[in-house]
C-alpha cells in the first residue's frame, strides 16, 4: 500500500490555459475527496466521491472546476481558463468507508502556480 | 451545519513543557472529531479521533485529545512538547466530508 498519490506535484501554468491534476487514492478505499488549500489556511472542501458517484461540490466551487472518478478508482480535477487566484495546493484524501467515525488519508498534494 | 473553530492562530511552547491548542465545535447530533498535522510542504496526516466512549483519546507522536461537551471542546495535548512537533496542526469534523479549522501553527522553542 504506497498510500494516496497525486500527480504532478507541481504545475505552472499560464493564466486561462486549462489543468488536470490526478489522484490515486488507496486501493480499497472507496471515498476520495479533493480540497484546496492556500498558505497557512485550512484545507477548504470542494468534492467528494463515493465509487463513481460525485455525491457533494462545493457551491463555492467556480464551474471551471470539474472532478471525475470514471471506474471508481482514481480521479481527475480539471481547472478550465487558469486564474491568478486559483493558485494554491489541491489536496485528494481517500477513505475506506462512508461510516462518520472513518478517518481520510491525504497525498502529498498538487501545488498549482498560475502566472 | 458543521463546524469547528479554533481560536489561535499561533502557539508557542518551549521544548519539554506541556503543550495545548485549542479547538471548540458546533455540531448538530453526535460529533465525530479529528486532529491532523502538517509538515511544511507536506499532506494532513492523521493523529486521532473521537467517536464515542472515553473522553480522553489517544493517537499517534505522544499525542492526545480532551472531548468536553459542554464545553464543545476537543483540544489537542502533549504532556512534553519536542522541537519536532512544530507544525500547522488543524482540528476537523465529518459531516460526510471533513470540515477543517482554520489552523493553528506550533511552533516548539529549545
Known amino acids: 500500500d504506497t498510500g494516496v498519490s497525486q500527480d504532478p506535484r507541481h504545475k505552472i501554468t499560464k493564466r486561462g490555459q486549462n489543468v488536470t491534476f490526478r489522484c490515486d487514492p488507496i486501493?480499497?478505499?472507496?471515498?476520495l475527496y479533493w480540497y484546496r488549500q492556500t498558505l497557512g489556511q485550512g484545507p477548504e472542501f470542494l468534492t467528494y466521491?463515493?465509487?463513481?458517484?460525485?455525491?457533494?461540490k462545493s457551491r463555492l466551487l467556480s464551474d471551471r472546476f470539474s472532478a471525475e472518478r470514471p471506474k471508481g478508482s482514481f480521479s481527475t480535477l480539471e481547472i478550465q481558463r487558469t486564474e491568478q487566484g486559483d493558485s494554491a495546493m489541491y489536496l485528494c484524501?481517500?477513505?475506506?468507508?462512508?461510516?462518520?467515525?472513518?478517518?481520510?488519508?491525504f497525498g502529498q498534494g498538487t501545488r498549482l502556480t498560475v502566472v | 451545519a458543521q463546524s469547528v473553530a479554533q481560536p489561535e492562530d499561533q502557539v508557542n511552547v518551549a521544548e519539554g513543557n506541556p503543550l495545548t491548542v485549542k479547538c471548540t465545535y458546533s455540531v448538530s447530533g453526535n460529533p465525530y472529531l479529528f486532529w491532523y498535522v502538517q509538515y511544511p510542504n507536506r499532506g494532513l496526516q492523521f493523529l486521532l479521533k473521537?467517536?464515542?466512549?472515553?473522553?480522553l483519546v489517544k493517537g499517534s507522536y505522544g499525542f492526545e485529545a480532551e472531548f468536553n461537551k459542554s464545553q464543545t471542546s476537543f483540544h489537542l495535548k502533549k504532556p512534553s512538547a519536542l522541537v519536532s512537533d512544530s507544525a500547522l496542526y488543524f482540528c476537523?469534523?465529518?459531516?460526510?466530508?471533513?470540515?477543517f479549522g482554520s489552523g493553528t501553527r506550533l511552533l516548539v522553542r529549545p
Open positions: 476537523a469534523v465529518r459531516d460526510g466530508k471533513l470540515i
Open positions: 466521491f463515493q465509487n463513481e458517484a460525485q455525491l457533494e
Open positions: 473521537y467517536i464515542t466512549g472515553d473522553n
Open positions: 484524501a481517500s477513505s475506506s468507508s462512508d461510516s462518520m467515525n472513518t478517518e481520510a488519508f
Open positions: 486501493s480499497e478505499h472507496n471515498r
